[in-house]
């Protein structure tokens, strides 16, 4: 018996310490591996921090592993460290909210801080959990280094396949011994991770259906009153889970994985230091991009204070990325219906195009539309949707501003959120005051259903509900995730030709949310308000639509949307059919000039946009007036 034992274990260590490319002997590789690159290691029990899997799975200078066969480096660990999963544990907007909750409901500080750490920092709380410790919360939080690692590698790869799915509000379930990923025993080597970190890897489906994330993107409160008691009622939070549950996507290849992390089918060698491993296909690139690109500004601005171990360019990446999620989340199209003597009837209509809620999670993300009306010389005949110097939209109604079918004046704004409503009916934004929403108009996902199972955490509430474009088409029939906005705009005896454009953006955090957080101080709350106050709020531009209406006395012409193949492009290739163009002019994303080479063609022009991917913007010159598409360049 004892020889079979030394057998094995000698075939372990001699798979896992094969001579590797490189300069470096495998004891050599295995004492580097304990930091990479400001990543900290520590070892518990049950976890380890990402920076023990970033010495296998992150950068390779020698360019054997993590790389695509072109060599453009795709390791897991630098796209993670600078996304804001990477950063759960190091948010100071996180850190400023969990302490407002705490003063508005002191007697149940320690549960709330508890309660919110199983997501933000959830290695940290299951260690503690899993010892039989005392609830991990703030108080262990600035020691904390498996706190401050955020949502890192094992808070996903560990979680138990049987239980991913199934529990929610951060009532994660974790496997010992077993980290999950894509590929099977047989694809891989398992002994050398086994011999390295303990851990034996292994195939899990909930891996890439997308259930892995479902524990903490479902997110259910306890409501207390003004007075801190518990009321026995609940809030959903955030549903996002839910929402791609009541959708047309669920259950598909299109998931969460798909969009934030987006798979190639270039062989990728998965672990540095051993030449004799085979390339895997398909990789998962950890891009993890949502849309939150204020934040991750935020954080890149103040790195170095909050000890956030990444760089300024990979904090550009991930805010591209983000940028480049946004302004595919939104189908913006807005027509003329009408012309008469003293009014334009503009349609602005807006599809949902991603898995879930537009916007979706944290309950302060609100997106809205900007329509502005011009006449001939550049006057401003109308304006909805503008703000001011604090970032704040004009007009917005005191307490919230409801949902619109029909905009006549310039001091209503389409906005789409979710407002939460304390026992008494009035706006909080205390998480643990919230009963019910108030409003949640937020653009939902095609195949939305309000007979679905999951309907009761994903509600529609306030006059979304009575609009009969709101995810009903024009023979009312539910689920094309899409609302049409009608603006009435008066032209004050002006007959001239109008200039419509409309837009939609996004803000993740946006003034009026933080406004009772603030009426509060504390340590975290006072550094969150100086880095948000000095912070660029300007808005992010998801998407640009607009037309020309040539006016009274001759035909309305409407334009229509040019065809644009490819789109995306991953080689910066598109032709537009477009023969009448007589000029096209490039933006990116920030609405700075882009430099474009263009040709015509018998389709109409042949466009080279610049090698960096992101979002463009092209203004198409015609004779009936400018036009607007947008073009996504994909990495290679």
């Known amino acids: 018996m004892l020889l079979c034992v030394l057998v094995v274990l000698l075939a372990a260590w ?24 400001g990543l900290d290691v520590q070892f518990g029990t049950y976890f380890v921090t990402a920076g023990r899997c970033a010495g296998c799975h992150g950068h390779d200078s020698t360019g054997y592993a993590m790389v695509t066969p072109e060599g453009v480096d795709v390791n897991v660990a630098d796209d993670w460290r600078s996304s804001m999963m990477g950063n759960s544990g190091r948010d100071p907007f996180f850190e400023a909210k969990i302490e407002h909750e705490g003063l ?34 703030m108080a262990n939080y600035d020691t904390s280094v498996f706190a401050h690692d955020g949502v890192s590698c094992l808070a996903c790869h560990a979680q138990n396949p049987d239980s991913a799915g199934r529990f929610f509000s951060g009532e994660l379930h974790f496997d010992s011994a077993r980290v999950w990923g894509p590929y099977t025993q047989a694809q891989i080597n398992p002994s050398i991770m086994e011999f390295f970190v303990g851990f034996t890897p292994d195939q ?115 805010i591209a990325r983000s940028q480049a999620q946004l302004q595919r989340a939104v189908e913006l ?22 898995g879930h809620k537009f916007p979706s999670g944290y309950p302060s993300r609100r997106a809205f539309v900007q329509v502005v009306a011009l006449k001939e010389n550049g006057d401003t005949l109308f304006q909805s949707g503008r703000w001011d110097s604090t970032y704040e939209l004009y007009g917005h109604d005191a307490g919230y501003e409801p949902h619109h079918n029909v905009i006549t004046q310039g001091d209503q704004v389409q906005i789409y959120e979710m407002v939460m409503g304390d026992v008494n009916g009035n706006v909080t934004t205390t998480l643990h005051r919230a009963s019910f929403p108030l409003k949640d108009n937020r653009l939902v996902p095609v195949g939305f259903s309000t007979s679905h199972p ?38 004050n005896g002006y007959a001239g030709p109008l200039h419509v454009k409309a837009k939609v953006y996004y803000q993740p955090v946006p003034p009026l949310w933080n406004q009772e957080m ?13 880095k948000y106050e000095n912070a660029d709020g300007t808005p992010e531009l998801v998407a640009a639509d607009s037309l020309m209406d040539i006016g009274l006395g001759m035909n309305t012409v409407q334009q229509t949307v040019p065809q644009v193949f490819p789109n995306p492009t991953r080689d910066g290739v598109v032709v537009i059919a477009i023969p009448e163009a007589s000029k096209i002019t490039a ?47 994909t990495e290679p």
């Open 14 to 37: 001699t798979t896992a310490t094969t001579p590797v490319k490189g300069p470096h002997s495998p004891l050599e590789l295995a004492l580097m591996r304990g930091q990479i690159e």
């Open 104 to 137: 508005v409901n002191p007697a149940h500080k320690d549960e709330i801080e508890h309660a919110c750490l199983k997501c933000h920092a959830p290695l940290a709380v299951y260690e503690q959990q899993m010892l039989g410790n005392p609830p991990f919360t």
């Open 204 to 318: 899990g489906a909930h891996i890439l259906d997308g259930r892995v994330c479902a524990g903490c993107h479902t997110l259910i409160t306890e409501t207390t009153d003004l007075d801190g008691n518990f009321t026995g009622g609940e809030f959903t939070e955030q549903a996002t889970w839910q929402e791609y549950k009541n959708s047309v996507f669920y259950g598909t290849e299109q998931n969460c994985r798909s969009c934030h992390l987006p798979r190639i089918q270039d062989s990728v060698v998965l672990a540095s230091g051993y030449i004799f491993l085979t390339g895997q296909s398909p990789f998962g690139k950890h891009h993890l991009a949502g849309g939150n690109t204020f934040m991750l500004k935020l954080l890149k601005e103040h790195a170095t204070a909050l000890g956030i171990p990444a760089t300024d360019i990979q904090f550009d990446s991930t």
């Open 333 to 354: 199209l807005s027509t003329v219906q009408e012309r008469t003597a003293d009014s334009l009837f503009v349609d602005v209509s807006l599809t949902n195009r991603i």
């Open 454 to 491: 999951s309907y009761d955490t994903t509600l529609i509430a306030g006059l979304a509900l009575n609009d009969p474009d709101f995810n009903h088409d024009a023979d009312g029939v539910e689920g094309n995730g899409a609302d049409i906005v009608h603006y009435h705009i008066a032209t």
């Open 518 to 530: 603030f009426s509060f101080h504390g340590p975290r709350i006072d550094s969150f308000r100086t």
């Open 587 to 633: 933006f990116d994303a920030s609405g700075k000039r882009a430099p474009l080479r263009t040709t015509r063609n018998a389709q109409g022009w042949r466009c080279v946009l610049p090698e960096e991917a992101g979002v463009y913007y092209l203004v198409l010159t015609t004779p009936r007036g400018d036009r607007l598409v947008r073009v996504v360049r």
